[in-house]
């Protein structure tokens, strides 16, 4: 007999009080930081003794937090396009595919979702130091395409498991090419996990900071290294708005992938 939620009784309370408490575990140190971003002291102290949108006018008129967070944008939006590109011809290849060495294929296109970061940061760091590609835009891309790649593979995958194939097979009985089928149906009907997979592709190139640490040069710093190498250099609130604007962004994409799956569901 499956397991019913709404015969669970008084576990049912007892399972709402636990799942709150976790939500306040992990919610708990964004909202001090966006707290901290509004108050007066000029160092980060809690509560604030007063509030204030100071810090916020400094962070945008500084040209150098701008210019990390369009390099930032510029590396995120580029790492999205590819991800999603080579996502939806791996996950053909992995869902459809039939071939030696799939499950394989598989396993090493998952592979950076479980090493460690510091591992692929380092093994990144050493390659692209020998052909010249640290520091420099291209080298960004790559690096981060390594950890932005898996979500749209499984992202992708899920949405061609959930397709039914006959259709793509019926616009090839009518005259359509294999490549003219994928790319006039089989990619419109899975737009909405294709605009979800780029998303979440955004997210985990905008939000990396330790491989972003070793490609980073003194011309080009993401948005994640200018606020690591402040952190170390003065504690001002100034990173507590960069933070919060940080997390703005994140729950304004998060929202937006999930009003995207649930249309598409």
């Not at 640490?213 to 948005?223: K, R």
Request: net charge positive; glycine share 6%; proline share 5%.
């Amino acid at each position: 007999m499956l397991l019913d939620f709404e015969r669970l009784g008084w576990l049912r309370w007892l399972l709402g009080v636990i799942g709150a408490l976790a939500c306040v575990f992990l919610l708990l140190p964004i909202v001090f930081i966006v707290l901290l971003s509004f108050g007066s002291s000029r160092w980060l102290i809690f509560p604030p003794p007063a509030w204030t949108l100071k810090w916020y006018g400094e962070f945008f008129a500084n040209p150098q937090w701008i210019q990390s967070v369009l390099a930032s944008a510029k590396i995120g939006l580029l790492v999205a396009v590819c991800s999603v590109v080579l996502g939806f011809w791996s996950a053909l290849a992995i869902t459809r595919g039939s071939f030696p060495g799939k499950s394989v294929l598989r396993v090493f296109l998952l592979m950076p979702m479980v090493l460690p970061v510091v591992v692929l940061a380092v093994g990144i760091y050493s390659l692209f130091l020998r052909v010249g590609l640290n520091g420099t835009l291209g080298g960004f891309v790559l690096a981060h395409l390594v950890i932005a790649l898996p979500f749209s593979v499984i992202v992708i995958g899920n949405a061609l498991l959930n397709f039914d194939k006959a259709i793509e097979d019926a616009a090839i009985l009518c005259g359509a090419s294999s490549l003219q089928a994928k790319l006039r149906v089989t990619v419109p009907a899975i737009r909405f996990s294709l605009f979800t997979a780029a998303i979440f592709s955004f997210l985990a190139s905008w939000d990396e900071i330790v491989i972003a640490i070793f490609m980073a040069s003194p011309t080009l710093q993401t948005f994640p290294v200018k606020i690591w190498t402040t952190l170390r250099q003065d504690l001002t609130p100034v990173i507590a708005a960069a933070s919060s604007l940080m997390v703005l962004l994140t729950i304004i994409l998060l929202l937006i992938s999930a009003l995207l799956m649930r249309r598409r569901n």
